[in-house]
C-alpha cells in the first residue's frame, strides 16, 4: 500500500510539474498583552485623572477593551491582542490620550506577552516575556513605550 501511495505522488508530480510541494503551516501567531495578576497602569498619585488609555502593539490599536472612561480613573486593568504576529522584536505602547491634569505621573506594572498558537477553541502560550515595571510623567498622547524580542 505504501508504495502505491508513493507511486501515485511521483506520478502526479510528473502529470502537474507546476505545482508545488505542501508549505509549511502558516506561522502567524496572536501576540497578547496580559499579566498575572493582571496588568495595570495607574497614575502614580492614586489621584483620578486617566480619561482615555489606549494599548498599542507594533502600531496597531489593540485594545480588547473600553479604556474611555467619562469621569477620571485612577487605575486601569488593560489587555490587548494583535492576531498575525511574528516572532521578533515588537514595540508596545501605553498611550494616555486623554486626561484631566497634565502632566501626570503614571506606572505600568503586572506587564507579560504572550506568543500564543489557536488550539482548538483556545491559545496555547509558546513563549512569554514579563517586561519590567515602568513610570514615567505623562500628559496628553505621551505613551510609556517597551520595546522586546519574543
Known amino acids: 500500500m505504501t508504495r502505491l501511495l508513493t507511486l501515485l505522488v511521483a506520478a502526479a508530480a510528473l502529470a502537474f510539474p507546476g505545482c508545488s510541494s505542501p508549505t509549511e503551516p502558516d506561522t502567524s501567531y496572536v501576540l497578547a498583552v496580559a499579566g ?11 489621584k483620578p485623572s486617566l480619561l482615555e488609555l489606549h494599548v498599542v502593539l507594533d502600531g496597531e490599536d489593540v485594545s480588547t477593551g473600553n479604556f474611555k472612561f467619562a469621569t477620571p480613573v485612577a487605575s486601569v486593568r488593560f489587555t490587548g491582542a494583535k492576531f498575525g ?11 494616555v490620550t486623554t486626561d484631566s491634569a497634565s502632566p501626570v505621573p503614571c506606572a505600568a506594572t503586572g506587564v507579560r506577552m504572550l506568543l500564543q498558537t489557536p488550539e482548538g477553541f483556545s491559545f496555547k502560550t509558546i513563549a512569554s516575556v514579563d517586561l519590567p515595571d515602568r513610570s514615567a510623567s505623562l500628559g496628553s498622547g505621551d505613551a510609556l513605550v517597551y520595546e522586546f524580542d519574543i
Open 36 to 46: 498575572s495578576p493582571p496588568a495595570t497602569f495607574a497614575t502614580a498619585n492614586g
Open 85 to 95: 504576529a511574528r516572532r521578533g522584536h515588537h514595540v508596545l505602547s501605553l498611550r
